[in-house]
């Protein structure tokens, strides 16, 4: 599901170095920062998963997690909010926005989201596809991150209006953006919230065929 702008945080740092009365940083330290950033993050989400493999989610503390990645556990709040956060949040917000914004101007929002679904997944590296079932099964099977993807759901929704009134020129807060993008979000929970339905079996190519076909109803006006 769904990441928040690593860009916008090495800016906030530069602009509180600023006020402490030194320079900000040039533009290559900056980028060796977010570099060192996305690498403990990954680190970090590397040895959860390795130690929720191991021992389980529940037995697995976020200090054991920040120690397989020598971090302090003060380190890993900054990445994640929550043990739960590790699972959810991934990159498939990035890849699926900047699909988005490459599709042509004259296809409508929920047309372009299909056609940035379709885009997006052709991105994924078998390795990728691997974590996102590993992601998955864990988000379908425990009970804190199904509760906690409710959260994440709603912070799509933001996402997605972000995107929409971005292409229609509009703003977020627009009542038709919110709807448009509600109604969007609505539609891919409606596909993948009923956890009794899932099981190890299930294919993401299936549950993205589902979306789309979900999608292409709402395009089409929902009819019954």
Request: charged content about 25%; glycine content about 6%.
């Amino acid at each position: 599901m769904l990441d928040t702008s690593q860009a916008g945080a090495v800016a906030a740092a530069a602009a509180r170095h600023d006020l402490g009365g030194r320079p900000p940083l040039s533009p290559p330290q900056s980028g060796l920062r977010e570099r060192k950033k996305a690498r403990t993050r990954a680190s970090l989400r590397e040895h959860a998963l390795r130690l929720f493999r191991l021992q389980g989610y529940q037995a697995t503390t976020v200090e054991q997690i920040a120690a397989a990645a020598e971090v302090s556990p003060s380190t890993f709040f900054r990445y994640f909010p929550t043990k739960e956060d590790l699972v959810l949040q991934d990159d498939m917000d990035t890849r699926m926005i900047a699909a988005f914004e490459q599709q042509p101007p004259e296809l409508g929002p929920i047309a372009a989201v299909r056609a940035a679904t379709r885009q997006m997944l052709t991105s994924y590296s078998a390795a990728d596809m691997d974590l996102l079932r590993e992601t998955t099964r864990l988000t379908m099977t425990v009970p804190e991150i199904r509760a906690r993807a409710m959260d994440e759901f709603a912070r799509t929704i933001a996402v997605v209006a972000e995107a929409v009134a971005k292409r229609a020129g509009r703003s977020p807060d627009d009542l038709g953006v919110r709807a448009v993008a509600g109604a969007i979000i609505g539609v891919i929970m409606s596909v993948t919230i009923p956890w009794q339905g899932w099981s190890e079996g299930t294919s993401f190519e299936d549950t993205f065929g589902r979306i789309d076909e979900a999608l292409g109803l709402l395009e089409a006006g929902l009819p019954l």
